[in-house]
């Protein structure tokens, strides 16, 4: 076979979806893990090139996707309190919480402002020494490390009022959750590329080891997502379990050192809450305690009775799982569009309803 990235051709795409349909001689099922593959798979038409044996799901690659209700809930009540400014990443303004979204919160007068780095909403903190200005920290190994070096930096600059509600969570321990669930039932994990640079391949030895699972890391290219099919279903057929690298060009076994080292630095492990797949022990961060000054939920009122909900006819936790398609979802495309989205996974350019919304239902 030549080498993918040598020939970025449609005929080399050709060749490699032949290669599958001729290996795939079971029925295999292969969850991506990655928001950008999930886009990616879509915009390519690339379950259109796959076997009938062979069929993808979307997991828990989409960090506002897999944010629970009860987070987002408590965010906007952080924005409702004086002398607060809220920071965040453009995507997930129209999150839709329990009762309203951020959006529709900026609209009412709370002051909430979107930014392109946490270290924007250290400088704005730095610019209005009389706001608290709370950054809502979302996202897995990919984006932490930003938000222990803003926590740093606001450190060495002397700025006390730079706040993170920290909902970050780590991929691992939510692959081996889902390696574990015999409703879903997988053949192989379709590795996420931008994870992997940061955390590197070694870290998904233990799945491979504790459930006999395929872990295969690829890249975004469509010729790189089929390369990693491929790869997956020889690995199936062979009888084999272990991690491969079609990403070489960007992960290595380390991952990134420096990177992980800044978010040790800031953050410890803590149990998390991920939306549909509940608790998982281990799979959240929290600040250690020589950071807790910059913690935001030393602000957050005391608990109450109100419970966070989602819409009932909503199939979001579902689909994170892998047990639900968006289609399955009776809401998809009728009550809930881009335009007026019903739960996370059609508001994120990363959900799974979105993809399917603005590519594969064409």
Same mark, same amino acid.
């Given at each position: 076979?030549? =080498?993918?990235? @040598? ?20 029925? $295999?099922?292969?969850?991506?893990? &990655?928001?950008?593959?999930? #886009? ?10 796959? %076997? ?9 690659? &989409? /960090? ?27 995507? #997930?303004?129209?999150? /839709? ?32 020494? @009389? ?16 938000? *222990? ?12 009022? +730079?706040?993170?509600? &920290? ?9 081996? *959750? ?12 379709? !590795? %996420?590329?931008?994870?992997?640079? $940061?955390?590197?391949?070694?870290? =998904? ?5 504790? =459930?006999? $699972?395929?872990?295969? $890391?690829?890249?975004?290219? /469509? ?7 491929? #790869? ?29 080292? !800044? ?5 410890? *492990? ?10 998982? /022990?281990?799979?959240?961060?929290? +600040? ?10 030393? +602000?957050?009122? %005391? ?6 909900? @989602?819409?009932?006819? !909503? ?25 007026? %989205?019903?739960?996370?996974? #059609? ?11 603005? =590519?594969?239902?064409?």
């Amino acid at each position: 076979m030549r =080498y993918i990235d @040598e020939f970025r051709d449609g005929q080399l795409a050709q060749d490699l979806a032949a290669c599958i349909r001729r290996d795939a001689v079971r029925p $295999i099922k292969l969850m991506e893990v &990655c928001g950008t593959h999930t #886009m990616a798979i879509a915009r390519h038409g690339i379950k259109s090139l796959l %076997p009938d044996t062979v069929r993808l799901i979307s997991g828990p690659g &989409c /960090p506002v996707c897999v944010t629970p209700q009860s987070d987002i809930d408590r965010f906007i009540g952080l924005g409702r309190q004086p002398d607060v400014t809220l920071t965040s990443f453009g995507d #997930m303004l129209r999150v /839709p919480g329990t009762t309203t979204s951020l959006e529709t919160e900026r609209a009412r007068g709370v002051d909430v402002r979107v930014v392109y780095s946490p270290l924007d909403a250290v400088a704005f903190a730095q610019e209005h020494p @009389e706001r608290r200005v709370i950054f809502c920290g979302v996202g897995f190994e990919t984006t932490t490390p930003a938000v *222990a070096l803003a926590v740093l930096e606001a450190q060495r600059s002397g700025v006390t009022n +730079f706040f993170v509600l &920290c909902g970050h969570k780590t991929m691992p321990q939510a692959l081996i *959750a889902l390696a574990g669930d015999p409703e879903v039932a997988l053949d192989g994990f379709i !590795c %996420p590329g931008h994870v992997s640079a $940061i955390l590197g391949s070694d870290a =998904y030895l233990p799945i491979v080891a504790a =459930y006999h $699972i395929p872990c295969v $890391i690829t890249g975004f290219e /469509p010729l790189d997502i089929l390369q990693a099919i491929w #790869m997956l279903v020889k690995q199936i057929n062979d009888g084999h379990a272990e991690v491969e690298v079609q990403y070489s060009r960007a992960v290595l076994p380390a991952g990134n050192p420096a990177a992980a080292a !800044c978010t040790h630095t800031v953050f410890e *492990a803590t149990d998390a809450d991920w939306r549909g797949i509940g608790v998982i /022990p281990g799979s959240g961060l929290r +600040f250690r305690q020589e950071f807790a000054a910059f913690d935001a939920a030393q +602000f957050l009122p %005391p608990l109450t009775d109100t419970v966070s909900t @989602e819409p009932s006819v !909503c199939a979001c936790g579902e689909i994170l799982k892998g047990r639900k398609t968006p289609t399955d979802c009776p809401a998809f495309g009728k009550g809930c569009t881009p335009a007026r %989205p019903l739960g996370a996974c #059609m508001v994120s350019s990363e959900g799974s309803c979105a993809a399917e919304y603005r =590519y594969a239902r064409r």
